[in-house]
């Protein structure tokens, strides 16, 4: 009998479902392998849902997403990999707030759930602030990287703190060796490699609202607090010392050659702090989690500002309300939308609720620990600056400094061409 009044409710169900079904549309910057995981996610939520969901991807979604918005034509759901795009299409009224709810749910279900509000929370077209955006899928970039076996060799530790990090770098000088590899170079994005360092160190220096004032400029680049984490970012880089040829060689030393120093024998260097892709570059080979390792890029012990976390990721925003777009928001808050990706490949995600043993890759599982653990979390900051400035002078400054300029002069000329776009 109970066998029996599962199966009815399950057809009532599937009746219910199909009876409310609709199209769904889902447009992304993914191909490829990642547009094969995500599609598992979305048809996870179709089988559930019985929403009819298709997905297209695009090498050019900034571009043509704001095309298909203008011409009326946008999908129900956009994937922006970048919060400003997605700020400026709620700015022309192209997005629709999520539901009421919703920014109660992410502060109580993702770690540092406030900082994930913050960045779905943009001015509508009448200025009015709203919940726009939904985080899915999330990269982390506070990683220093270096060589189990040369720790051990070596005898050194852990740093848990910045404080003992700094110690460590001048121990490794002690004993002859030459703590940090460290490249800016990247063709004619040279530079850039240095932004993610002064906004780790941002983060590690001040306040999270000084981040958020720099960013859009209501605290100025060349204010004291800023100069001062471009001059942490020298503690570390213009110290002939502390850097692998010199601190001459930083900006000249392509960022994909520059870990390599960790795998020499003996090592030319110790340790390296870049985001989680950077293993693409390491020596053919290599086993992350034996050959190679990362840790949290620590937070001073002595200012009190927590487990800061730099990073990326994408944001899910309704482009076309439906009922089916509304359902989708709903259903990526559920563990399982989450735990699909995780089983495959590239996906972080700071919902404290997931069964961590379902991350199909125990480096992505450490990682997420990481994610889990951040106080604040905060989206690359260059690439919330206008093109310009972020993709621009911020990169061509970083070169000037690694090159001896000083950090007040080298702020001067980013904050001129900022100045330059009002």
Same mark, same amino acid.
């Given at each position: ?11 009532l &169900?599937?009746?219910f ?16 392998p990642? !547009?094969? #995981? ?5 048809s996870?939520?179709?089988?559930k ?16 997403i ?34 009421a ?14 900082s994930?509000?913050d960045?779905?929370? =943009? ?25 189990p076996?040369?720790f051990?060799?070596?005898? =050194?530790?852990?740093?848990? &703190?910045?404080e +003992?990090?700094? %110690?460590?770098?001048?121990?490794i ?7 940090? @590899? ?12 240095? &932004?993610?360092?002064? +906004? ?5 220096? !001040? ?14 680049? #060349?204010d ?17 010392? =502390? ?25 030319m @260097? =110790? ?12 020596? +053919? ?13 620590p ?7 927590? %487990? ?7 944001v ?88 001896? %300029? ?6 001067? +000329?980013? !904050? ?6 009002k």
């Open positions: 009998m109970k066998k029996h009044l599962i199966t009815a409710l399950a057809a &169900t599937l009746f479902n199909s009876a409310n079904a609709e199209q769904v549309t889902v447009f992304g910057p993914w191909l490829g990642d !547009q094969e #995981n995500v599609e598992a996610v979305l996870a939520f179709a089988k849902s019985g929403h009819d969901v298709r997905y297209v991807g695009s090498d050019s979604f900034e571009q043509q704001l095309v298909d918005a203008e011409a009326g034509s946008a999908p129900n759901i956009a994937v922006f990999p970048q919060p400003g795009l997605a700020a400026g299409m709620a700015k022309r009224g192209f997005l629709t707030p999520l539901k709810g919703t920014g109660n749910w992410i502060k109580k279900n993702y770690a540092a759930g406030q994930w509000v960045l779905g929370t =943009y001015p509508d077209k009448n200025g009015k602030k709203q919940l726009f955006g939904f985080f899915f899928k999330v990269d982390l970039k506070s990683l220093v990287w270096y060589s076996e040369n051990e060799d070596a005898g =050194y530790e852990i740093p848990e &703190t910045m +003992e990090l700094k %110690k460590l770098s001048d121990r000088v002690a004993d002859g060796g030459t703590p940090w @590899c460290i490249g800016l170079g990247s063709g004619g994005a040279t530079g850039w490699p240095a &932004t993610d360092w002064v +906004e780790d160190l941002l983060l590690r220096t !001040q306040d999270p609202s000084v981040y958020d004032g720099w960013i859009d400029n209501s605290i100025k680049f #060349n004291p607090r800023i100069v001062g984490a471009i001059e942490e970012f020298g503690f570390f880089a213009r110290n002939n010392k =502390y850097v692998v040829g010199g601190a001459g060689t930083v900006a000249s030393t392509d960022f994909r050659d520059s870990p390599k120093g960790l795998f020499s024998s003996p090592p @260097c =110790y340790l390296h702090r870049q985001a989680s892709f950077i293993p693409a570059f390491f020596p +053919e080979g290599t086993v992350v989690g034996e050959d190679a390792d990362f840790f949290y890029f937070a001073y012990a002595s200012k009190n500002l927590g %487990k800061p976390v730099l990073g990326a990721g994408t899910w925003a309704i482009t076309k309300e439906s009922k089916g777009a509304h359902d989708l928001i709903k259903f990526l808050q559920n563990p399982e939308a989450h735990e699909i990706w995780m089983a495959l490949k590239g996906f972080l995600t700071p919902h404290k609720g997931v069964d961590k043993s379902k991350f199909g890759d125990p480096t992505l599982r450490k990682m997420n620990d990481i994610l889990l653990g951040a106080t604040t979390f905060r989206f690359d900051g260059s690439d919330l600056m206008p093109g310009a400035v972020g993709a621009g002078s911020f990169w061509t400054g970083m070169v000037d400094y690694a090159g001896g %300029k000083s950090a007040k002069a080298v702020a001067d +000329e980013i !904050q001129k061409s900022w100045d330059a776009l």
